[in-house]
T-cell receptor, first 115, second 113 residues
Framework: DAGVIQSPRHEVTEMGQEVTLRCKPI?????LFWYRQTMMRGLELLIY????????DSGMPEDRFSAKMPNASFSTLKIQPSEPRDSAVYFC?????????????FGDGTRLSIL | GQQVMQIPQYQHVQEGEDFTTYCNSS?????IQWYKQRPGGHPVFLIQ?????EVKKQKRLTFQFGEAKKNSSLHITATQTTDVGTYFC?????????????FGQGTTLQVKP
């Protein structure tokens, strides 16, 4: 079975450029989560969706960040304009929520470097 | 806000020694999950605890959930080099069943052969 698929795996770009990260959740999962991981701040939840609807975006750092989930099999996280402090590993995770919290399945992550 | 604190941040042990990481929440948790992240990898789900005082074992790993459902621990007996990685606890607060988890900062385990 395919796990959570993220692309690209690595991204290096100059500050000011737009960055788009992509995620395909596990088929049948109805919840999708975007996380950012850095040495300083650890693993931070940015935003999550239930049934394609954004539920909590309180972790999104600022207006430069936006996320969409147009359908059950695809989500994007966009940074525009990007800044060096956005450099981090961005993980997408999915789960099937039906009552009690279920395990989250993480993708391999996108390693983003903003120069 | 809701926080999950995890200690220690780092632990170096000799192979064969035991290891424990502790997790504490500022508020009552509905359940807690544990994840392991190998160097360069992604977090992988290990286990979920739901009941007050619950204890679960996976081979050399023992997981506990406190009576007040505010703390948890992971204990590894006789560590092996394959145990190297960062262990995260992640809590769901109150009656939340939306899937949202608050991750601790993680404990990074190094095992010397």
């Amino acid at each position: 079975d395919a796990g959570v698929i993220q692309s690209p795996r690595h991204e290096v770009t100059e500050m000011g450029q737009e960055v788009t990260l992509r995620c395909k959740p596990i088929s049948g999962h109805n919840s999708l989560f975007w996380y950012r991981q850095t040495m300083m701040r650890g693993l931070e939840l940015l935003i999550y969706f239930n049934n394609n609807v954004p539920i909590d975006d309180s972790g999104m750092p600022e207006d430069r960040f936006s996320a969409k989930m147009p359908n059950a099999s695809f989500s994007t996280l966009k940074i525009q304009p990007s800044e060096p402090r956005d450099s981090a590993v961005y993980f997408c995770a999915s789960s099937f929520q039906a009552g009690l919290n279920q395990p989250q399945h993480f993708g391999d992550g996108t390693r983003l470097s903003i120069l | 806000g809701q926080q999950v604190m995890q200690i220690p941040q780092y632990q170096h042990v000799q192979e064969g020694e035991d290891f424990t990481t502790y997790c504490n929440s500022s508020t009552t948790l509905s359940n807690i999950q544990w994840y392991k992240q190998r160097p360069g990898g992604h977090p992988v789900f290990l286990i979920q605890l739901v009941k007050s005082g619950e204890v679960k074992k996976q081979k050399r790993l023992t997981f506990q959930f406190g009576e007040a459902k505010k703390n948890s621990s992971l204990h590894i007996t006789a560590t092996q080099t394959t145990d190297v990685g960062t262990y995260f606890c992640a809590g769901a607060h109150g009656s939340s069943n939306t899937g949202k988890l608050i991750f601790g900062q993680g404990t990074t385990l190094q095992v010397k052969p």
